[in-house]
């Protein structure tokens, strides 16, 4: 008897488990695009929610609302965007309750985009004319190619140069790699003296897609309606290839990124380069202060000798999602938020972040030398980078996804279990698979 | 379980009063309780020491990870890296703590204070409520009482986590997400609180006590309040531990329902901060120092109450 009871109490408990979550599918209304008329200003006062995790953020926006009394902007914050902030924007717009501005890493936003979380802000005065005000290759990640759209205001960027001990380069004799065959060359004679010339990182793989970006591939392509996957590129083998060949000759080594570990490496002289992100400067710096005023930064080797081509790690845009009532004032914020000397400065000093708009390259505090780096203006470097970045890679929708799976594979690989290009081609079919299990039209 | 309990607890007792009178009889009753047992010396010793190497190693398990937090705790960011991360480099305890209570005009306080009132407030309410539950479930005879436990029973087996998303949808439906209320009027259930808590209180609570209170002309929730949560009390020290470790640690919930930085608990606030560690990394040493700070409140707790803890189940058994 009291089998049957339970039987149907655990029925009954998972019925109105099912009842609830069929409510909240019911109730998502989030019909897509703003069409262009609906960008008009609102009348009287306007309040807005804006979700970031970028610390210091509400000091940046209190300077917006003391100089801006009709249109207030209350932070709303949390941890990064993988770490929750994006499945809370998933389930705000479910909910029907989404902050009216967010933060989002370009590689998240075509998932936002397949979802239709995302306002076009196109027709919103002065969103289009920004164009000319933001690095080139960021405007692409925000209107994904489309004519007329603009999903987000681009905010910050990573673009990528080599940081490398230049005085252990010079006291033993090893001439700076331009290339990357110079770079194998230099990982050879590092070796011989005991140190590694770089980490490889298991798990950054978005520092690999910049390098896979770098040498002119892109993971995923998108003609308007169907998604290409292409993890498995001529650029992409090219690149895995170059690297499971320094793994398999041991002369790179693979601590796992952003451990006391691989802070020690860095430290202590085991490992001499980084190729990184302009965010990775103050990463170095506070990992490992031992070897202050001892390194320097130059620009990515190439695969070509003399090309010019860098790639980028990481960087956010500020977006609107659907069912914001106020796109017209919360676009003018963003706008506000990503040129303004003044907001990019303090967004500079309180999170490193390096910006997306033009003029922000020659912000005062970028342009000076830098103590850590033996006083090298390093900013420079990043900001030639960031003007021979590819406008032409693009992120897929189910980035996380793609990410867990080829980090598991570069895992094993470095372990010995298999290689980087296995890897990536068995991230190539299970993010097919999951895009075809979410509805996302996909070629094949 | 009420005819097994008495048992042990009558030995507790005896060996806790004995040291203090007559400190060499516990030593010479012992052997002859051992007697029927006599084959055992050998056994007993090699027995003992395995328990014992078990216990040192789970010990030890359990406390090097308490240990290294304390060490990375006391130094510097400079030296946290590059020094031998199980012993002391430069003292900084003093200035860390310091820097993280003074950091973003001392957000972190915010945070623990956040953290003790959903904690020790819905530990509190929700050791009440299944207290009384429990005790009505036990003592009073009504149509649908099965069911009705067995419902509660089944909450036990569901994971607060599969609750978040609901919740959240629910909350969103009268506006009460992001505030204090969305984490703590659901932290002020607790199934397996009602569950222990008809448990003994069937165990614990005799009915011809009950009875007696009546007979002198006590209502029944006085009777409730002032027999039986008495002897009820270890089940619901035990209720309110469980549920105060369960709400400290609840990280999902606050991760769904709030934004504004002001309501964060303290495990939530810690999270998002070492989200950042990679971009900005001067907030290591802060997530290091505050996640140290965040365990003395529970371990207060467990000291404070555990002494109700031992005496309590001791008390409640021998009636």
């Known amino acids: ?31 897509g695009d703003a069409d262009a008329a609906a960008c008009e200003p609102s009348t009287g006062q306007v309040d807005l929610t804006f979700t970031s995790w970028i610390p210091g953020i509400e000091d940046v926006v209190d300077v917006w609302n003391e100089a801006n009394p009709d249109i207030q902007v209350a932070v709303q914050t949390g941890p990064n965007g993988n770490g929750g902030t994006y499945q809370n924007f998933f389930n705000q717009l479910k909910a029907g309750n989404a902050p009216d501005l967010g933060q989002i890493e370009y590689d998240a936003l075509p998932n936002f985009r397949v979802q239709n979380g995302l306002t076009n802000l196109a027709a919103c005065d002065g969103v289009l004319d920004a164009q000319s005000d933001f690095v080139d290759w960021t405007w692409g990640q925000v209107n994904f190619g489309e004519d007329d759209a603009v999903y987000a205001i681009p905010q910050d960027s990573g673009p990528m140069a080599m940081f490398y001990r230049s005085d252990l380069f010079a006291a033993n004799n090893i001439a700076v790699p331009t290339t990357w065959e110079e770079y194998a060359v230099a990982a050879e004679q590092v070796r011989a003296t005991g140190a590694y010339i770089t980490n490889f990182s298991q798990s950054d793989i978005n520092q690999f897609a910049g390098l896979v970006w770098q040498a002119g591939g892109s993971w995923f392509e998108n003609d308007g309606t169907d998604w290409t996957v292409d993890l498995t590129s001529d650029a992409s083998v090219k690149v895995a290839d170059y690297w499971q060949d320094l793994i398999d000759r041991d002369l790179v080594s693979t601590n796992p990124p952003w451990t006391t570990e691989w802070d020690n490496a860095y430290n202590t002289g085991a490992a001499w380069t980084w190729d990184s992100a302009a965010w990775g400067a ?92 033996g006083g090298q203006p390093i900013y420079d470097v990043f900001a030639e980078a960031s003007s021979t970045v590819s406008p032409d890679f693009v992120w897929g929708p189910t980035m996380t996804q793609t990410y867990n799976d080829v980090s598991d594979g570069f895992k094993a690989a470095v372990t010995g279990q298999g290689t980087l290009l296995e890897a990536l081609t068995s991230g190539q079919t299970s993010t097919i698979d999951a895009l075809k299990a979410q509805s996302i039209p996909v070629k094949e | 379980m009420s005819r097994v309990a008495p048992t042990p607890p009558r030995d507790t007792a005896v060996v806790d009063t004995a040291p203090a009178a007559q400190p060499p009889s516990g030593r010479i009753r012992r052997p002859q309780q051992g007697q029927p047992r006599a084959r055992g010396p050998r056994e007993s010793v090699l027995s003992r020491v395995s328990a014992m190497t078990v216990m040192a190693v789970f010990t030890l398990y359990f406390l090097v990870p308490i240990w290294w937090l304390f060490v990375a705790g006391t130094k510097s960011s400079t030296q946290f890296t590059s020094t031998n991360p199980l012993w002391f480099a430069d003292f900084n305890l003093i200035e860390n703590v310091t820097n993280l209570v003074t950091y973003r005009d001392g957000v972190y306080l915010r945070w623990m204070l956040n953290s003790v009132a959903y904690a020790g407030g819905g530990a509190l309410i929700a050791t009440i409520l299944a207290a009384m539950c429990g005790y009505a479930l036990a003592k009073y005879r009504f149509p649908g009482r099965e069911t009705l436990f067995n419902v509660v029973l089944g909450g036990v087996l569901v994971p607060a986590t599969a609750l978040a998303l609901p919740l959240f949808l629910i909350f969103s439906q009268i506006n009460l997400t992001n505030t204090f209320w969305s ?52 089940a619901l020290v035990t209720v309110f531990l469980f549920q105060f470790v369960a709400i400290w640690n609840n990280f999902f919930l606050p991760l769904v329902m709030l934004r504004d930085e002001t309501f964060f608990p303290v495990t939530l606030g810690l999270y998002a901060w070492n989200s950042q560690v990679n971009q900005i990394p001067e907030l290591r040493g802060y997530v290091l120092i505050g996640a140290l700070l965040s365990i003395i409140p529970l371990i207060i707790t467990f000291l404070l109450l555990q002494r109700f803890w031992r005496n309590g189940l001791g008390a409640g058994s021998v009636k």
């Open chain 1, 1 to 31: 008897m009291s089998r049957t009871k339970r039987a149907v109490v655990v029925a009954l408990l998972t019925a109105s488990t099912v009842a609830l979550v069929g409510c909240s599918t019911g109730g998502s209304s989030a019909s």
């Open chain 1, 282 to 373: 103050n990463s170095i710096a506070s990992g490992a202060p031992d070897t202050a005023g001892k390194w320097s930064v130059a620009p990515s080797p190439q695969w070509e000798a003399g090309d010019d081509s860098s790639g980028n790690w990481g960087g956010s845009s500020t977006a609107v999602f659907t069912g914001s009532e106020h796109p017209y004032e919360a676009a003018q914020f963003a706008l506000w938020l990503n040129t303004s000397d003044e907001s990019l400065t303090m967004l500079n000093e309180s999170a490193n972040l390096y910006p997306a708009a033009k003029e922000g390259l020659n912000l005062p505090v970028l342009k000076e030398g830098v103590e850590f780096y």
């Open chain 2, 183 to 234: 984490v703590f009027l659901p932290s002020l259930v607790s199934p397996f609180g009602v569950y222990l808590a008809r448990i003994y209180a069937a165990a614990s609570v005799p009915d011809e006590l009950i009875e007696a209170a009546r007979l002198d002309g006590a209502g029944e929730v006085r009777t409730f309040f002032t027999v039986s949560v008495r002897l009820m009390t270890p």
